[in-house]
C-alpha cells in the first residue's frame, strides 16, 4: 500500500514542543523534496515547511521562521517537524507530502504528489 504516514499529533500545553514525524510507506520519500502543511475546518490547506531531497534546503512559512525545524532522518525516508513554543493558533490537522521533485520547496501544494492523512494537534492555553 502507497502511504504516507504522520505521527506525533495530541493535546499538548502552550509552550510545550511537539515533533511530527512522516514516514513512506510504498514508496520512496528519500530522494524526493518533503513538506508540512496545515488545515483548519473549513479552511484551505496551508503551506507550513519544506525540505530538499538532501535535507540541506528549507522553506518555511514566514509565521513559523524561528520556531519550526523540519529536518529528515532514516536516510531520508523520514521527514520531521518540530515545534517549539506552540501557541493555540497553531492547533490544526498537519499533513505531510511528497514533493514533485528533488529539490523544489514550493508553498503551493500541487507540487506535491502524494499526502498522509493528517495529525491532529490541539493546543491549549
Known amino acids: 500500500q502507497v502511504q504516507l504516514v504522520e505521527s506525533g499529533g495530541g493535546l499538548v500545553q502552550a509552550g510545550d514542543s511537539l515533533r511530527f514525524s512522516c514516514a513512506a510507506s510504498?514508496?520512496?520519500?528519500?530522494?524526493?523534496?518533503g513538506g508540512w502543511f496545515r488545515q483548519d475546518p473549513g479552511k484551505e490547506r496551508e503551506f507550513v515547511a519544506a525540505?530538499?531531497?538532501?535535507?540541506?534546503?528549507?522553506n518555511y512559512r514566514e509565521s513559523v521562521k524561528g520556531r519550526f525545524t523540519i529536518s529528515r532522518g532514516n536516510a531520508g525516508n523520514t521527514v520531521y517537524l518540530q515545534m517549539n513554543s506552540r501557541k493555540p493558533v497553531h492547533t490544526a490537522a498537519y499533513f505531510c507530502?511528497?514533493?514533485?521533485?528533488?529539490?523544489?520547496?514550493?508553498?503551493?501544494?500541487?507540487?506535491?504528489?502524494?499526502w498522509g492523512q493528517g495529525t491532529q494537534v490541539t493546543v491549549s492555553s
Open positions: 525540505i530538499g531531497w538532501n535535507g540541506r534546503a528549507t
Open positions: 510504498g514508496i520512496l520519500l528519500g530522494g524526493y523534496a
Open positions: 507530502a511528497r514533493g514533485i521533485y528533488d529539490s523544489d520547496l514550493s508553498a503551493a501544494g500541487g507540487h506535491y504528489d502524494y
